[in-house]
């Protein structure tokens, strides 16, 4: 599995961007989906979650201003983060569990900075 992530860039506190993540290779293995983000000097923490049935979890920071999705058909999945804070400042990763071998897949990142 090879996940390819884009969307980052710069805006201000309380604009919007659209994460994506686009999947190839053992795609049809692919189960649960995640976006993790690391801040500098910080630990890779979890934002949000979704299963191959499309249910979602989110971390309690971004409850209620982020939203992920995932188009099959396309083998990506989103991150849509609304009314964005300087603390959202971070590398966002995609990463996908592959069921057949168990393991975790990543992608590269992508910078997203909220200037205030």
């Known amino acids: 599995v090879q996940l390819q992530a884009s969307g980052g860039g710069l805006v201000q506190a309380g604009e919007s961007l659209r994460l994506s993540c686009a999947a190839s290779g053992s795609i049809f293995s692919i189960g649960a989906m995640y976006w993790y983000r690391q801040a500098p000097g910080k630990q890779r923490d979890v934002v949000a979650t979704i299963t191959s049935g499309g249910s979602t979890t989110y971390a309690d920071s971004v409850k209620g201003r982020f939203s992920i999705s995932r188009d099959n058909a396309k083998n990506t999945v989103y991150l849509q983060m609304n009314s964005l804070k300087p603390e959202d400042t971070a590398v966002y990763y995609c990463?996908?569990?592959?069921?057949?071998?168990?393991?975790?897949?990543w992608g590269q990142g992508t910078l997203v900075t909220v200037s205030s």
């Open positions: 990463c996908a569990y592959n069921n057949y071998d168990r393991n975790y897949y």
